[in-house]
């Protein structure tokens, strides 16, 4: 492991994070109990949707409306961005130095199914933990069926104390269907990126069929520039990251890719409660009458280099 920066802590970086989803809130529900209830209900249904083993096409959510894209945030993105976090300081090895170095330095990056920025959060975080300093200043951008998600991470950042901003992307949504092959905007992002992630975006398309989630897979490895890096999380009852190593392997005959690192990885936050939650936070929790997710299962982590 990298030596860690010194007094580094994530958890004031989760902090300041739920602190603007809470901040936001006033803006969908004004004193509207209709809101709240329909927040709550659109958490159980996403929470029924992912907890599956199976996302069915007809549960799948619609991000176009913005109080369920809030609903997202604050059900899943303290976690979401510390899983990323968690899966590259395991990565983060003497082994794989070499390989994560251009991560280190400044790295174009692009989120597959990335929504409202999760996936570079928890770069940005890490890459803070690990002593780098002006994270990701050069190209981010979020691949989305839905691009609306660049309004909520609008209003996160405006809603972010000044101090903080500095340390987050500034990013760039292009829509962009899976199930379809890349448009020319999407494919350029890829083939630029540094790094590529997909975490818990394959699972959601999974339920298209095992054949397509292996084009995705197939495509989305074709446009990796050489010595890319490839980060997919997801859950490890679906069977997305099966599919991604049997597309790796149906390619190797080509090009040169390697799995760098493949474990199943279970990165509670459960414990970090207290240092994430404001008294603020908790009191909206508790009006709430649902906790956000903090427990993680069993996620699969794949990281994948191309070296040629
Ligand atoms: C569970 S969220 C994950 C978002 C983010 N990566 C995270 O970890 O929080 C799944 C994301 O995949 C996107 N998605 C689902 N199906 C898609 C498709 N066919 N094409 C592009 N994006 C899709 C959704 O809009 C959503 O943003």
């Known amino acids: 492991m990298m030596a860690e920066h010194d007094g580094y802590r994530w958890q004031n970086d989760i902090k300041v994070l739920f602190d603007t989803i809470v901040a936001m809130f006033s803006k969908f529900s004004n004193g509207d109990e209709n809101a709240i209830a329909k927040s709550r209900k659109m958490k159980r249904d996403m929470r029924n949707a992912y907890g599956g083993d199976i996302l ?111 340390w987050m992307p500034e990013t760039e949504w292009v829509k962009c269907n899976l199930v379809k092959p890349f448009t020319d905007d999407s494919a350029e992002k890829l083939k630029k990126a540094d790094i590529i992630t997909v975490v818990k975006s394959l699972s959601s398309v999974a339920a298209s069929s095992e054949e397509t989630v292996k084009e995705i897979c197939d495509r989305i490895m074709k446009m990796m520039k050489s010595n890319a890096l490839l980060l997919f999380i997801d859950n490890a009852k679906s069977n997305a990251g099966e599919l991604l190593l049997e597309a790796r392997r149906e390619l190797n005959g080509s090009s040169h890719k390697l799995v760098l690192h493949e474990e199943v990885m279970t990165a509670n936050l459960t414990s970090s409660r207290r240092d994430i939650y404001s008294d603020e936070a908790e009191a909206l929790i508790e009006y709430m009458e649902d906790q956000p997710v903090l427990k993680a299962g069993d996620n699969e982590m794949i990281l994948i280099h191309r070296f040629e």
């Open 56 to 166: 069915y096409l007809s549960a799948k959510p619609d991000y176009s409306d913005q109080l369920r894209r809030w609903t997202y945030i604050y059900t899943y993105l303290p976690r979401h961005v510390h899983l990323v976090y968690a899966a590259l300081c395991t990565a983060d090895t003497p082994e794989l130095k070499e390989s994560l170095k251009k991560l280190k330095e400044q790295p174009i990056v692009c989120c597959v199914g990335g929504g409202p920025n999760c996936d570079a959060l928890g770069l940005c975080i890490f890459l803070k933990k690990v002593g780098c300093k002006g994270t990701l200043t050069k190209e981010v951008c979020v691949l989305d069926e839905y691009d609306d998600w660049r309004h909520t991470w609008a209003d996160m950042k405006q809603q972010s104390p000044e101090g903080d901003q500095s």
